[in-house]
């Protein structure tokens, strides 16, 4: 039972167009959203990251939206850039749940052509 | 700064061997957490420690799976008797600690695991 979607494996944008990202939820009890990005051979790194009680977050040309009533977030890339071209894996998390670890999708592959 | 730190990078084995993940979390960071990433499942959690304390293995696959991290700046993960279907990457994650989930974890570069 996946709690975390992310129903798009791969996705292709041309270079300075703009990128985005879904993600799926179905635990209510989530409250917090993170945007991780990897690299071939190397580990997650973190991106961006929301709270419940927003519905929006930026950060330079990366934003992130929450539609909590639809338990669906996205991220927004623009304008894309070569080097945006990597997995971007959405993750969540609960306050006063079981594990302070979090609960990852399984990741869209980006790539952006020139 | 020095991230996280696993060894090995790589390592391959046959089935029935015992297994060894080493990790260095980020210095001063509380929490250290294990995933294993296959593509079937993706990056799944397998073990938390707060202070060096293990809080949830609810994770964990079966027995043959253990962890321990006896200090603040070691962890090991091991796999006894290893068998082909742990094959996958595993990685280590720390992070300060302190508000459950709230601060980004740092993650390691993984090892990936495979068993013949």
């Known amino acids: 039972d996946q709690q975390v979607k992310q129903n798009s494996p791969s996705l292709s944008v041309q270079e300075g167009r703009i990128s985005i990202l879904n993600c799926d939820y179905t635990n209510s009890m989530f409250d917090y959203f993170l945007w991780y990005k990897k690299y071939p051979a190397e580990g997650p790194t973190f991106l961006i990251s929301i709270s419940s009680i927003k519905d929006k977050n930026e950060d330079g040309r990366f934003t992130v939206f929450l539609n909590k009533s639809a338990k669906h977030l996205s991220l927004h890339i623009v304008p894309s850039q070569p080097g945006d071209s990597a997995v971007y894996f959405c993750a969540a998390s609960q306050e006063g749940g079981g594990a302070d670890g979090l609960t990852f999708g399984k990741g869209t592959h980006l790539i952006i052509q020139p | 700064d020095a991230g996280v730190i696993q060894s090995p990078r790589h390592e391959v084995t046959e089935m029935g061997q015992e297994v060894t993940l080493r990790c260095k979390p980020i210095?001063?960071?509380?929490?250290l957490f294990w995933y294993r990433q296959t593509m079937m499942r993706g990056l799944e959690l397998l073990i938390y420690f707060n202070n060096n304390v293990p809080i949830d293995d609810s994770g964990m696959p079966e027995d043959r799976f253990s962890a321990k991290m006896p200090n603040a700046s070691f962890s090991t993960l091991k796999i006894q008797p290893s068998e082909p279907r742990d094959s996958a990457v595993y990685f280590c994650?720390?992070?300060?600690?302190?508000?459950?989930?709230?601060?980004?974890?740092?993650f390691g570069d993984g090892t990936r695991l495979s068993i013949l």
């Open positions: 210095s001063g960071h509380n929490s």
């Open positions: 994650a720390s992070s300060p600690g302190g508000t459950r989930g709230r601060e980004p974890q740092h």
